[in-house]
């Protein structure tokens, strides 16, 4: 589908050596992990290389160095650094709107606000691929617990870490703190955020940059751009409207990098400043709570080349549709002319709805691209003509590590999986269910805390699943039969899944439709939704022991019940992870914090 050649000649340049019929002894771990079992036959042209030896570069962006490279593959191999990146993150609410605003948070419009270190989004975690982070969190707010989530972070043997409450660890009660600690064996952008109900939604939210290779070259990487809404109430407020109603709240508005105009002139446009003839890596992240935006920048096409933590062979792009969690990585060129600035564009995808866009019907969403050479006026650049508003992930994502999906282990290890929803149960709650189960965690008593108690006596509303098999690839099939007929970006804990089918409708059962040799990969993937329903069919082996979640990401179904979680080779669990005696402190703390409210009925908790 996607020939080599299209990743560009340096890469032909660099790794002459990639398109041999064998690969170097040396080289052997490079063999794709599933080869050796029998798949469909596979006549795609590979483009595995032996990992390189050369340093990376502005024109050398595929290297990485000590024997690591673009063409490593990450899963059975990544550099340790032996470097650990120290943060500390202070949570806390600020009610005096003043205290933000000065700092060109938000779009004008007051209301209270949950801060990392007094700034929205919080502050970039950086480090190099192999690294580990070890960040301590600090909850300085005064009725709300926290536990902060490393989304995509794989979390290879730190289950712990994962920071999912109920799932992983209890919350942080105020007052108290937490350290997390993790190795960075993937690289690309992420971002991290409060798994406590609704909460990062009120500001807890931030990205994460791990520095490794890349598909394609540029001069200057721009660093992350996140993508949220604002809402005119708390998340909070906004979280118990969506439990007892079947329609969600309405956003105000949405921010680029924490700041964008409101409707009666307040607030300012984020600004990106290029030189022309330079070539940029922008790192777009969608952070928000409920919306899906279509990016896009006038006069500039971009390449797309990674998809989440995943390196993908460079797709040539006008716009991208990015769902809630997703990510793309970006490589543009500043080839217009310079005299001018241009509209970067963060249009609402055709599901979603905001305020915004009939409050000031004309006003561009989004932030001003803008040359050194040009002045300080607004653009008044015109967007491209025909750009696609659906909600669907974009085709031919194809990760440039190839990994096969083993089909003979299929038969035994499938299940599927049923999406409903209730918008009015007879207790007055909006429900959505998996095969008949909305997910209610206990945030005091986290399934780890079960693992570590022998403890099988699991509730059925903690939607646990096994996967018993070590090294066995498992494969879930949800049909979405809700009434509701939406989309929901699914996202997966501590793993990357492979998305080997997608659409709308029943999933039809033929195996020679669904896509086995080197399939999209990442961890967050769009289930349709239309009027006959819609399936997500997702693969990933049993290789990382731990209690990992899958949820919609979309902050209002969560809460609402939409998650399982998947208790993967629970006996072998306490063995690899090492330590939690700072999960049961945690427990400890939080247990002894007597809240002065009762969690709201109806809210899972995540
Ligand atoms: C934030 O402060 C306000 C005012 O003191 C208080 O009512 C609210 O509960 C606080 N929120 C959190 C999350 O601590
Ligand atoms: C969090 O704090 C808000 C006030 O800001 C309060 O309304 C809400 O009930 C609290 N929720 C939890 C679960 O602590
Ligand atoms: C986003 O905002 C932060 C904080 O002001 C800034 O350091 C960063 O450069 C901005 N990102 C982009 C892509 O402009
Ligand atoms: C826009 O921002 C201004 C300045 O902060 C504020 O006074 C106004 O209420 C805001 N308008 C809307 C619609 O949010
Ligand atoms: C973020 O994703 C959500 C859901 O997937 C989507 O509704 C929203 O438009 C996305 N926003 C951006 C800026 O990509
Ligand atoms: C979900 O329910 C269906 C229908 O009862 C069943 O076939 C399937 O095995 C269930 N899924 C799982 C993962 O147990
Ligand atoms: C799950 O959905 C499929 C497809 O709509 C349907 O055939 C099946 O009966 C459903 N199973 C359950 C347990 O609801
Ligand atoms: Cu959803």
Partial sequence: MFPFWIIGTFFVVLFTQSFAATIPPAFADLVRRADASSTTASTSTTSRVPDSECTNGPTSRACWGGGFSIATDFDTKHPTTGKTNY??????????????????????FCRPMLLINGQFPGPTLTGNWGDYFEVTVVNKMQDNGTSIHWHGIRQLNTNQHDGANGITECPIPPGKSHTYRFQATQFGVSWYH??????YGDGIAGPLVINGPATANYDVDLGPLPLSETYDETAWTKNSLA??????????NVLVNGSMVNATGGGKY?????????????????????????FSMDGHDFEVIAADFVPIHPIQKTSIMIGIGQRYDIVFTADQDDGSNYWMRTDIASCSTNAMTTAAAGTVLGAVLHYDQA????PTTASATGIDKACNDPS??????ETNVPRDEFAQFFSGLNLTFNGATSDGLSRWYLNDSAM???????????????????EKSQNIYHMDQPGKWYFWVIH?????????????????????????????????????????????????????GGHLLVAFPADNPGAWLMHCHIAWHVTDGLSVQFLESADQILGTIGDISDMQQTCADWKAYKPYWEREKGDSGL
């Fill in 375 to 378: 002045g300080t006026a607004l």
């Fill in 440 to 458: 209610d965690i206990d945030w005091s008593k986290p399934t780890l805390q079960y693992v570590l108690d022998g403890d099988t006596s699991y």
């Fill in 480 to 532: 979405n039969t809700a009434a509701v007929p939406i989309e929901h970006p699914i996202h997966l804990h501590g793993h990357d899944f492979y998305i080997l089918k997608n659409g709308v409708g029943d999933w039809d059962g033929n195996l020679d439709d669904l896509v086995w040799d080197n399939p999209p990969r990442r961890d967050v993937a769009i289930m349709p939704g239309s009027a006959t």
């Fill in 194 to 199: 409060s798994h406590h109900s609704a909460q």
């Fill in 87 to 108: 943060y500390t993150l202070e949570i806390s609410n600020v009610t005096d709107c003043a205290e933000y605003m000065s700092k060109g948070i938000g779009d004008g």
């Fill in 270 to 294: 984020t600004t990106i400043t290029v030189t022309k003839g330079k070539k940029y890596r922008l790192r777009l992240i969608n952070i928000s709570v409920d919306t899906y935006f279509i």
């Fill in 396 to 401: 031919g994502l194809q990760p440039y590590w």
């Fill in 243 to 252: 439990i007892h109603s079947p329609a969600p709240p309405l956003p105000l």
